[in-house]
């Protein structure tokens, strides 16, 4: 899913959320005030790294998917953290 980045008005936090296209946050997640605005973001390009020669193939896709690892498990603990009703 994109990420996107959200300004707050009313409490002046800035965050990043992934969620679908279709989507909006209207609300803050902070404040719950109705004063959010997306920011603009620019896209990541993958480009091939200069001085690695010797690297292998996939190098870069492996990187990427560990970086989102990592991210991933960031997500799930903080969702853990909530509590459902």
Known sequence: MPKYHY???SCKIGFEISHSIKERLEKCEEC???A???LP???TYL????????SKV???VEE???KNREELKKEKKKLKE???K
């Open 7 to 9: 300004f707050c008005e």
């Open 32 to 34: 719950g005030a109705p």
């Open 36 to 38: 959010l605005r997306r």
């Open 41 to 43: 973001s620019i896209p």
């Open 47 to 54: 480009t091939k790294k200069e001085g690695k020669e010797e």
């Open 58 to 60: 996939g190098s870069v």
């Open 64 to 66: 990427y998917i560990e």
């Open 82 to 84: 909530v509590e459902y």
